[in-house]
């Protein structure tokens, strides 16, 4: 193996260290491809329904959905109606951003607490195609709030770090 190939499998696998939300994302997409493809495949070429393939292919979208939905938060690309915010002064559009991300973290904070109480409920219950726990799908739920809490959370901050280096400049002076 030549020096060459050995740094680009380094970067490669650092890559998936230094971005696991969205190696999982990756992983995820690719696994809920080749499943349906597999469904599809079996069910009108050979004639022979798979029936875990369906069931799997659900809780994995749920995880896909769960985890994306966390990825917007991180990226800040969720939909955002700015316009009457954009009308306000500098510091009034401080004051209403640092409400949202309460509201919103309030709201997280409750769907999270929600999720695992739900979680454990149907931590009992399998499911009937895949013999896997619905605590698997569930949980989901769980992973995707408490990533969402925290980019908000960690989003808010960056901003307020961001906002306040020329406030410290012009107290230096």
């Known amino acids: 193996m030549n020096q060459e190939s050995k740094n680009t499998n380094s970067s490669g696998s650092s890559w998936f260290l230094k971005n696991p939300l969205e190696a999982a994302l990756c992983s995820l997409l690719i696994a809920i491809v080749m499943?349906?493809?597999?469904q599809v495949l079996f069910r009108y070429v050979f004639h022979w329904s798979l029936a875990?393939?369906?069931?799997l292919a659900r809780f994995i979208f749920l995880w896909l959905a769960s985890l994306a939905s966390?990825?917007?938060?991180?990226t800040k690309s969720h939909f955002a109606l700015r316009f009457m915010v954009n009308?306000?002064?500098?510091?009034?559009?401080?004051i209403v951003s640092f409400v949202v991300v309460v509201i919103i973290s309030v709201f997280l904070i409750l769907f999270t607490w929600k999720a695992v109480e739900y979680t454990i409920l149907m931590s009992g219950q399998i499911a009937p195609s895949t013999g896997l726990s619905m605590?698997?799908?569930?949980?989901?739920a769980i992973?995707?709030?408490s990533l969402m809490l925290y980019y908000v959370i960690k989003n808010c901050l960056q901003d307020f770090h961001q906002?306040?280096?020329e406030d410290e400049e012009n107290q230096d002076r």
């Not at 875990?52 to 069931?55: P, Q, R």
């Not at 009308?87 to 401080?94: A, N, R």
């Open 87 to 94: 009308s306000l002064g500098k510091q009034m559009q401080k």
């Open 143 to 145: 992973v995707g709030g």
């Open 70 to 74: 966390a990825y917007a938060f991180k």
């Open 135 to 140: 605590a698997v799908p569930y949980s989901s």
């Open 35 to 38: 499943l349906t493809f597999m």
């Open 52 to 55: 875990w393939t369906e069931e």
């Open 163 to 165: 906002s306040h280096p």
